[in-house]
């Protein structure tokens, strides 16, 4: 059990780019959680992943935010023209269904957008 | 709506004062209550699930309880090590999202 991790730590853009970010799930939990985090805030949910089936979606992800989930191991999240806005800590975490409510969270990527 | 509380916003301790921190919540339902820890810079490392009032769970100087409507994170003793943000979320039936309070931000001094 190596946690849960995610690529990059750290990125910067500039707005209109876009950028993918990439979750690996402790290994054998089936269910995948994105959540963006602002400094002084709590992490809000943004999606969730049980395998490959995408079960729920904030009202916060737009159109410009996509989620994946192939074979149902990693997760990719990707924000397409990005905005000063989307500045944040992009959180990914994970569970095993159905025994476990407990999520376990990643490192996390922050996202600066200039 | 569902909603989470957590009060204090900030706490500062002397080494060796312990205190508690609140959660409260409104939510039909309490699937589960969950406490973590997150250092700056890092992702809510976990600490306790809590599924019933009256429950308790406890982890060195940490205790957590819960009732129908708030948790509390009862530090003993603290140490500078435990410095760090406290964030409380619930899950609610139906759902398997986390809605999380905003932290409270605990500094405890040497």
């Known amino acids: 059990d190596t946690g849960v991790s995610q690529d990059p730590r750290h990125k910067i853009t500039k707005r209109g780019q876009n950028v993918t970010f990439r979750c690996d799930p402790i290994?054998?939990?089936?269910?995948l959680y994105w959540y963006r985090q602002t400094l002084g805030q709590g992490p809000e949910f943004l999606t969730y992943?049980?395998?490959?089936?995408?079960?729920?979606k904030s009202r916060l992800l737009s159109d410009r935010f996509s989620a994946e989930r192939p074979k149902g191991s990693f997760s990719t999240l990707e924000i397409q023209r990005t905005e000063q806005g989307d500045s944040a800590m992009y959180l990914c975490?994970?569970?095993?269904?159905?025994?476990?409510?407990?999520?376990?969270f990643g490192p996390g990527t922050r996202l600066l957008v200039l | 709506e569902d909603q989470v509380t957590q009060s204090p916003e900030a706490l500062r301790l002397q080494e060796g004062e312990s205190s508690s921190l609140n959660c409260s919540y409104t939510v039909s339902g309490l699937r589960g209550l969950f406490w973590y820890r997150q250092d700056p810079g890092k992702g809510p490392e976990f600490l306790f699930t809590l599924y019933s009032a009256g429950e308790e769970k406890e982890k060195e100087r940490l205790k957590a309880t819960l009732t129908k409507k708030e948790s509390f994170l009862h530090i003993t003793a603290p140490k500078p090590e435990d410095s760090a943000t406290y964030l409380c979320?619930?899950?609610?039936?139906?759902?398997?999202?986390?809605?999380f309070g905003t932290g409270t931000r605990l500094k405890v001094l040497a």
């Open positions: 290994s054998e939990h089936n269910r």
């Open positions: 975490a994970s569970s095993l269904a159905p025994d476990q409510e407990t999520q376990y």
């Open positions: 979320a619930v899950q609610a039936p139906g759902t398997y999202k986390y809605i």
């Open positions: 992943f049980q395998n490959e089936a995408q079960l729920e």
